[in-house]
């Protein structure tokens, strides 16, 4: 067990829906990354946040945005979804900005029908 | 444009044999090179990572090889076990960013048969 937690575990929607996933860290953790992994693209970093600020963006679709809370959970939010968002999506939490080690969690499953 | 070329996609190992994994990097400003072993239904898990001002690193039975010329560097894995049985990911990042963002290969599933 990796210390962050992430909910739901899956979630099924449909296309042109709105949904948000929740990321919590490790304790003590500031850096919270996300990430898209599917069949065809593999892992791919989505966007970081460093104590609520954000930090840098990746492959990150303009439908796709997300935050740090004070407390320090993440939200990812995904709007107008379409058929090829459908993904694992993972976060993790490192205790600095520039900290090597990433704790991934256990990922949130979305099917998009 | 992929970063991060791995190979092989897949790997069937023999138990007690070694497998070996290899990736290679395009972007010279990559300073850290973790490898994630990922079992189904669960994220990624860190399993060893090393800088380019080392060319060799081992832990227990994983060692990772790097070549700061050649731009690459691979994952032996010494006598394998049927637990070994995962997906296997390399990965780079650069700390010049502000960010450690990971960029990784597509992946490399190990199968270890008994």
């Known amino acids: 067990d990796s210390g962050v937690t992430q909910t739901p575990k899956h979630l099924i929607t449909a296309t042109g829906q709105r949904v948000t996933l929740r990321c919590s860290p490790r304790?003590?953790?500031?850096?919270v990354y996300w990430y898209q992994q599917s069949l065809d693209q593999g892992l791919q970093f989505l966007i970081h946040y460093y104590n609520g600020e954000e930090r840098a963006k990746g492959n990150i679709l303009e439908r796709f945005s997300a935050q740090q809370f004070p407390d320090l959970h993440s939200e990812l939010n995904l709007s107008s979804l379409e058929l090829g968002d459908s993904a694992l999506y993972f976060c993790a939490s490192s205790y600095r900005m520039r900290t090597d080690t990433q704790y991934f969690g256990p990922g949130t499953r979305l099917t998009v029908l | 444009q992929q970063q991060v070329k791995q190979s092989p996609q897949s790997l069937i190992v023999q138990k007690g044999g070694i497998s070996i994994i290899n990736c290679a990097y395009e972007?010279?400003?990559?300073?850290?090179f973790p490898w994630y072993q990922q079992f189904p239904g669960k994220g990624p898990a860190l399993l060893i990572a090393i800088r380019p001002d080392v060319s060799e690193k081992k832990e227990g039975r994983f060692t990772i090889s790097f070549n700061k010329s050649a731009k690459q560097f691979s994952l032996h894995i010494m006598d394998s076990q049927p637990g070994d049985s995962a997906t296997y990911f390399c990965a780079a990042a650069y700390s010049g960013a502000g960010s450690y963002q990971l960029t990784f290969g597509k992946g490399t599933k190990l199968s270890v048969i008994p």
């Open positions: 304790s003590g953790d500031l850096s």
């Open positions: 972007n010279t400003a990559f300073d850290y």
